[in-house]
């Protein structure tokens, strides 16, 4: 689970510092900052899985989590001199230990349950690279930089816990240079053979994979529903960026049997079952299943009925919210136990009373599932369930993190909402979703002011 992110310098954030429940809601103004925040996440991850090693950031293109340009493009002001920075915090989903290969492993070096990561990446001429990465665990900072600035060549270096002398020992037959970071999340491979004591600095690299691995995004624009869906028999990694593989992952969970609870001490459901029941206790459908059209035609259709009465119809053929809620239920239930969603407004083309109905559908699925949800919005409704959850103990106020999200001057804000025990805000911004009292006050004046003309 992500636990804070501190960045520097990444598009209209000069300065972002967040700590992350387990359910955190970002809310703002239009263009304030809060899909940046979302979109740094996602370079990082798709920057992982990309397959050239070379690459130290992968600002991506047409169909990737996010296509964002270049380094003069997210880089704060557009100073291209100037340095991106981050810093990540995260929990590892058990106890994890690091042993000195040159020492008995009868006692770990270090054991820890929390892993930090710190980096950066700056333009050097018309090259982006990246020349220091430092990973925090147990204590320890185990860090690689250059050994003068602007320079090719590296070193390890180890700032040790009181208590500890370790130091990474040299193999004295491997006196050639060190490279640099790969990525900005590895350490070269160079790092385990030149030096007779550091093969656990590979452990790091693959917690951060693991761990950007485990991280689902849905964006704010859905597919249109159709008609008919092939299936091959796939299982994809997740419903896709615009939903547009929900009705292929609610199939392979139906293939392979899969049940989920509704809370615990429930009796577990079938995938289908399951998606169905939130949607009903949404009111929005009567009922919803997934047939195939001709049996061995891999096509297949999404079947609802509005109320007991109506009659059977495509999921083309009803209200356009039901197909823009579908994924993010089916992503809920559908990624691994423990992964980090992203959501963003999760709530478009929902009426009112389903917006708060789908706030609920996320404290629930996020406490049995220990998912970690993050959500960008602009519902009030959402906003008040959350509150309110607080407020009659359902959520508690320390796994949920509220922020808003502003801009001043082409630059970006995050305010802390306090939340206390019982719900309440105790920093509510002005106008955080509009001047109600004034609106209200000006309709009994235009009121008032039309009812004195009638009677002259």
Not at 75 to 102: C, M, R, Y
Not at 200 to 208: I, N, P, R, T
Request: aromatic fraction near 10%; proline fraction near 4%.
């Amino acid at each position: 689970m992500l636990d804070r992110l501190y960045v520097e310098n990444f598009k209209s954030w000069k300065k972002l510092d967040i700590k992350l429940g387990q359910v955190t809601g970002l809310f703002g103004t239009n263009s304030s900052g809060k899909s940046s925040l979302l979109q740094f996440l996602l370079l990082l991850k798709q920057t992982k899985n990309a397959t050239d090693r070379g690459l130290v950031l992968d600002f991506g293109g047409p169909e990737q989590l996010v296509n964002l340009g270049s380094y003069s493009d997210v880089i704060h002001g557009h100073h291209v001199d100037a340095d991106l920075k981050w810093k990540i915090e995260w929990s590892l989903p058990q106890k994890a230990n690091i042993f000195d290969p040159t020492k008995k492993r009868t006692e770990a070096l270090a054991s820890d349950s929390k892993l930090t990561v710190k980096t950066k990446a700056r333009l050097r001429g018309q090259t982006l690279i990246s020349d220091f990465l430092e990973y925090q665990f147990g204590g320890f900072n185990f860090s690689i930089s250059s050994k003068k600035e602007g320079g090719t060549e590296f070193e390890l270096n180890a700032k040790c816990p009181e208590g500890s002398n370790f130091r990474f020992v040299r193999n004295k037959q491997r006196a050639w240079a060190l490279p640099g970071p790969i990525k900005t999340h590895l350490f070269p491979d160079q790092a385990i053979t030149y030096y007779q004591n550091a093969e656990f600095l590979g452990l790091f690299g693959a917690e951060y994979e693991s761990m950007m691995d485990s991280i689902y995004y849905l964006g704010p624009l859905r597919e249109y529903p159709k008609r008919e869906y092939p299936w091959s028999g796939t299982s994809p990694l997740d419903v896709g960026l615009r939903g547009q593989r929900t009705i292929e992952a609610m199939l392979s969970a139906t293939a392979r049997n899969e049940t989920r609870n509704l809370g615990k001490g429930t009796r577990r459901k079938p995938f289908q079952e399951m998606i169905a029941y939130w949607l009903k206790e949404l009111k929005l459908i009567h009922d919803f299943k997934i047939e195939e059209i001709g049996k061995g035609a891999n096509l297949y259709r999404a079947v609802v009925k509005r109320d007991t009465h109506s009659p059977s119809a495509s999921l083309t053929d009803v209200g356009f919210g039901v197909s823009q809620v579908l994924p993010a239920l089916v992503l809920l239930y559908y990624v691994p136990e423990g992964s980090t969603i992203i959501m963003e407004q999760p709530e478009i083309h929902l009426h009112p009373s389903v917006q708060s109905g789908l706030a609920d559908v996320i404290l629930n699925v996020a406490k049995v599932r220990s998912l970690q949800v993050i959500v960008e919005s602009h519902s009030e409704h959402m906003l008040r369930r959350f509150q309110r959850r607080v407020a009659d103990e359902t959520f508690d106020s320390g796994d949920i993190k509220l922020y808003f999200c502003n801009s001043i001057g082409g630059q970006s804000e995050l305010v802390d909402l306090n939340l206390d025990l019982f719900g309440d805000i105790l920093n509510w911004p002005p106008e955080f979703f509009g001047d109600e009292m004034t609106e209200i006050a000006e309709t009994r004046k235009a009121i008032l002011r039309r009812k004195m003309e009638a009677v002259r």
